[in-house]
């Protein structure tokens, strides 16, 4: 009968974090422990103004365009402000660099730390006003030996990164972690102010049912996904896939990257004949969910190449993104591989 009660010994993700602090025996500072709490209230911050945003006069513009060239909207400039504050107040970076700062912030002497941290407060941002689920996305860096902490120190393919999440607002607020280690989710319990592990050692299946692409800008895609995209809408018998794939596309980055970690499948955003580079960000975006991918055990790829093997030249870089389970990529590449 003892299975029928809940739980009375919580794992928080601080919990999780120390665990893994301990882990790593004297190597370990506690320094990161102490950012990754950071990060985490600013989940919680981010999370509590989401719920209220309506009522409180949060939804709508902001009334300034950021480095993108997009809108901004109040809630991206709000959750900027939180984590740049919080990031800064933490004491343990360097350098941050967001979607929302046209140049990257080095932290002044006295806050100094050794992490660098990118991130995008707030993704999904045409979601906010009609209550659709959106994120925050992150990846951290320790600085280079003998670094001050300069630009030179985010410069640096994803596969450097010690650590990268991302949080989810939705029907409840998750956090999605990994410090290289496998992937693990929490759940925000609001009682508490807690994230609490609900799902331990992600692991996305090895091939999925569903694809993820907004296939709106099907006439500007090149030849290789409209290829791939008819492979699983036309299966044959030949691929070994029997039944079409189903198309699931909230266009928030964060919910589509989540769904797919849980069911497997393959999101895309490709480059294509209107934008070179395709429109998701390598060091805020593309780095960290490639980061979560392959730590759980799948691909994460630009058609041509892997993405965590790309070095960034500018720190609001693109590029394409293919991501999701192994065998799904895998028959991606081979269309790419067909008109190499
Ligand atoms: P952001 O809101 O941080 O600018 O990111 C938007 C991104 C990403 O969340 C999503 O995958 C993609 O834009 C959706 O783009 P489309 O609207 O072109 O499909
Ligand atoms: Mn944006
Ligand atoms: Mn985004
Ligand atoms: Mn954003």
């Known amino acids: 009968a003892e299975e029928h009660l809940p739980s009375t010994d919580l794992i928080t993700l601080t919990r999780h974090i120390l665990a893994e602090q301990n882990r790593l025996g004297s190597r370990a500072t506690g320094d990161l422990t102490m950012l990754l709490n950071a990060i985490q209230l600013t989940s919680k911050f981010i999370a509590t103004n989401v719920r209220k945003a309506r009522l409180i006069n949060?939804?709508?513009?902001?009334?300034?365009?950021?480095?993108?060239?997009?809108?901004?909207?109040?809630?991206?400039?709000?959750?900027?402000?939180?984590?740049?504050?919080?990031?800064?107040?933490?004491?343990?970076?360097?350098?941050?660099?967001?979607?929302?700062?046209?140049?990257?912030?080095?932290?002044?002497?006295?806050?100094?730390?050794?992490?660098?941290?990118?991130f995008d407060p707030l993704d999904g941002s045409s979601n906010i006003d009609a209550g659709v689920n959106i994120g925050t996305i992150f990846g951290i860096y320790q600085i280079e030996e003998g670094s001050e902490g300069t630009i030179k120190d985010v410069l640096r393919p994803g596969s450097h990164m010690v650590a990268a999440g991302y949080t989810m607002y939705g029907s409840s607020a998750n956090l999605v972690l990994s410090t290289g280690n496998g992937v693990n989710g929490f759940t925000l319990d609001n009682g508490l102010g807690e994230f609490i592990l609900t799902h331990p050692d992600i692991k996305i299946p090895e091939r999925g049912k569903i694809y993820s692409f907004n296939e709106g800008n099907s006439m500007y895609f090149h030849q290789p996904v409209i290829d791939y995209l008819n492979s699983i809408k036309y299966p044959s018998q030949e691929h070994g896939k029997k039944s079409p794939y189903s198309a699931r596309y909230i266009g928030s980055m964060v919910a589509d990257v989540h769904r797919t970690l849980l069911y497997g499948g393959i999101f895309g955003y490709p480059d294509d004949k209107k934008s070179k580079n395709g429109k998701l960000r390598m060091l805020y975006e593309a780095f960290p969910m490639a980061y979560l991918t392959e730590q759980a055990g799948g691909m994460a790829t630009t058609g041509t190449k892997r993405i965590l093997d790309i070095h960034p030249t500018e720190i609001h870089a693109r590029c394409p993104v293919f991501l999701g389970s192994k065998e799904d990529v895998k028959d991606l590449i081979k269309c790419y591989e067909a008109h190499a």
């Open 58 to 118: 949060l939804v709508g513009m902001a009334g300034e365009t950021n480095v993108q060239g997009e809108e901004q909207k109040k809630l991206d400039v709000l959750s900027n402000d939180i984590m740049v504050n919080a990031l800064r107040a933490s004491g343990k970076t360097a350098v941050l660099v967001s979607e929302e700062l046209e140049e990257a912030v080095i932290i002044e002497p006295r806050h100094k730390g050794k992490y660098c941290v990118v």
